[in-house]
């Protein structure tokens, strides 16, 4: 409705057409128009019923104990999966439409972690340190130019380790394995390994013994600094027959080796 005030007018007729009703109304100073527009119809144009799809994907955000919805400053990435919550938890919402946010979720509204996310939280929790490695000569003793360095691992070294998760009836377990031992001699070569090398033995003389991971020193040197890394594999299986690879885990050490020419007595008589 549209009002228009017009002070001091003389009275006029007016009338009415097909498009608008007009009326005059008197009041005691001056006269009231007001007029009624007929709704005109908007030119058509094409609407679309579809809306974008959004998508969102949730990560578990740990409480602490006792506590609800108390904020993510409280999160635990440390807690068992296997403990669930009594009313809900906190979730780390990423969505395609916007920004990461915390949202909290009662167990009913809770998305289920799939077994693969499980898996690759578990491989994340595998205990993986860097390797023990041993050496003959000693680590701290000379070795020599010309003769084999070996490089071998601590026992218990190379071997597979694994962590179970489950959440509900979902579960999965993932397995880290040794696949090589990369040897970085600190003269610019290279040694790849595939296995923990052989153990020297002390008691047995030396030339009865042969290294599945040695290397020769053809320049003496007071410390070469040498990088000695494990590479492991990864697989997981889980709920409803899943499984597959995971990516590898690299852990490293480095050390000191001093290298020596031997020098030869000669002696008349």
């Given at each position: 409705?549209?009002?228009?005030?017009?002070?001091?007018?003389?009275?006029?007729?007016?009338?009415?057409?097909?498009?608008?009703?007009?009326?005059?109304?008197?009041?005691?100073?001056?006269?009231?128009?007001?007029?009624?527009?007929?709704?005109?119809?908007?030119?058509?144009?094409?609407?679309?019923?579809?809306?974008?799809?959004?998508?969102?994907?949730?990560?578990?955000?740990?409480?602490?104990?006792?506590?609800?919805?108390?904020?993510?400053?409280?999160?635990d990435p440390d807690r068992t999966l296997s403990s669930e919550p009594v009313k809900?938890?906190?979730?780390?919402?990423?969505?395609?439409?916007?920004?990461?946010?915390?949202?909290?979720?009662?167990?009913?509204?809770?998305p289920r972690a799939s077994a693969e996310q499980l898996a690759q939280r578990a491989?994340?929790?595998?205990?993986?340190?860097?390797?023990?490695?041993?050496?003959?000569?000693?680590?701290?003793?000379?070795?020599?130019?010309?003769?084999?360095?070996?490089?071998?691992?601590?026992?218990?070294?190379?071997?597979?380790?694994?962590?179970?998760?489950?959440?509900?009836?979902?579960?999965?377990?993932?397995?880290?394995?040794?696949?090589?031992?990369?040897?970085?001699?600190?003269?610019?070569?290279?040694?790849?390994?595939?296995?923990?090398?052989?153990?020297?033995?002390?008691?047995?003389?030396?030339?009865?013994?042969?290294?599945?991971?040695?290397?020769?020193?053809?320049?003496?040197?007071?410390?070469?600094?040498?990088?000695?890394?494990?590479?492991?594999?990864?697989?997981?299986?889980?709920?409803?027959?899943?499984?597959?690879?995971?990516?590898?885990?690299?852990?490293?050490?480095?050390?000191?080796?001093?290298?020596?020419?031997?020098?030869?007595?000669?002696?008349?008589?």
């Open positions: 409705m549209t009002h228009l005030l017009v002070a001091g007018l003389t009275l006029l007729s007016l009338g009415t057409d097909d498009d608008d009703s007009v009326g005059v109304s008197r009041s005691y100073f001056d006269y009231l128009i007001s007029a009624r527009e007929k709704p005109r119809r908007a030119p058509a144009s094409p609407v679309s019923n579809t809306k974008p799809k959004v998508t969102c994907s949730y990560q578990r955000w740990w409480y602490a104990n006792g506590l609800q919805k108390v904020g993510g400053e409280y999160a809900g938890a906190w979730y780390l919402a990423t969505c395609s439409n916007g920004i990461p946010k915390l949202v909290w979720l009662d167990n009913r509204r809770a491989y994340k929790r595998i205990p993986i340190a860097p390797p023990r490695v041993l050496t003959a000569p000693p680590r701290g003793r000379d070795g020599l130019v010309g003769l084999p360095h070996w490089f071998y691992l601590a026992k218990g070294e190379w071997q597979a380790k694994s962590k179970r998760l489950r959440t509900g009836a979902v579960w999965a377990e993932a397995t880290a394995k040794p696949q090589r031992m990369t040897v970085n001699t600190g003269d610019g070569h290279t040694l790849v390994c595939h296995g923990p090398g052989t153990t020297f033995d002390p008691g047995r003389p030396a030339e009865q013994q042969r290294s599945t991971c040695s290397y020769r020193y053809g320049q003496p040197a007071d410390a070469r600094q040498v990088g000695v890394s494990v590479t492991w594999g990864g697989t997981w299986r889980g709920s409803g027959g899943a499984g597959g690879t995971l990516p590898p885990i690299t852990r490293s050490v480095t050390f000191p080796v001093r290298i020596v020419e031997a020098q030869a007595l000669v002696t008349e008589g």
